[in-house]
C-alpha cells in the first residue's frame, strides 16, 4: 500500500479515537463542572496543545515516523482538540449575554494554551535528551 494510503489510514484511525476522546472528556466535564462554562473544551484544547508540544519537540518532524505523525498530530490530536467548537462556544457565550465568559474563554484558551505547547515542548526537548 502506498504511503499517502497508509497516512490516510492513520489519520482517520487517529482522529475516531481522538474524537471519542474529547466526547469522553466534555461529557466527564459537563457532569463534574456543569454546563456553564464550556469546561470540557478548555481542558481538551489545553490538554491537546500541552501533548503536541511534547510530542513535536521530543519527536520533532524527523524524529516521528510519517505514520506515527499521521496517527498522533493530525489524527489523535486533530480529533480530540476542538477549536472549531471552541469558536462555537465562544460564540455561544456572547450571543447569551455573557461576553465576560467569552471574553474569559478566548483569554484562557489562547494564552494558556499557547504557554502549555511551550512548556510542553520544553519537556518533549528534556526527554529527547535524555
Keep these: 500500500m502506498p504511503l499517502f494510503w497508509q497516512r490516510l489510514a492513520c489519520v482517520a484511525l487517529g482522529g475516531a479515537l481522538g474524537s471519542c476522546l474529547r466526547w469522553l472528556v466534555s461529557e466527564w466535564a459537563a457532569v463534574r463542572w456543569g454546563t456553564g462554562y464550556p469546561v470540557g473544551t478548555t481542558i481538551v484544547n489545553l490538554v491537546g496543545s500541552f501533548v503536541f508540544g511534547v510530542l513535536w519537540a521530543s519527536g520533532g518532524p524527523s524524529g516521528l515516523s510519517p505514520?506515527?505523525?499521521?496517527?498522533?498530530?493530525?489524527?489523535?490530536?486533530?480529533?480530540f482538540t476542538t477549536f472549531s467548537s471552541f469558536m462555537f462556544d465562544t460564540t455561544y457565550l456572547q450571543a447569551a449575554g455573557r461576553s465576560g465568559l467569552a471574553l474569559t474563554n478566548l483569554a484562557l484558551q489562547n494564552v494558556v494554551g499557547l504557554l502549555l505547547m511551550v512548556v510542553g515542548s520544553g519537556l518533549g526537548r528534556a526527554l529527547s535528551a535524555s
Design 67 to 79: 505514520l506515527m505523525r499521521a496517527l498522533l498530530l493530525s489524527g489523535v490530536l486533530g480529533g
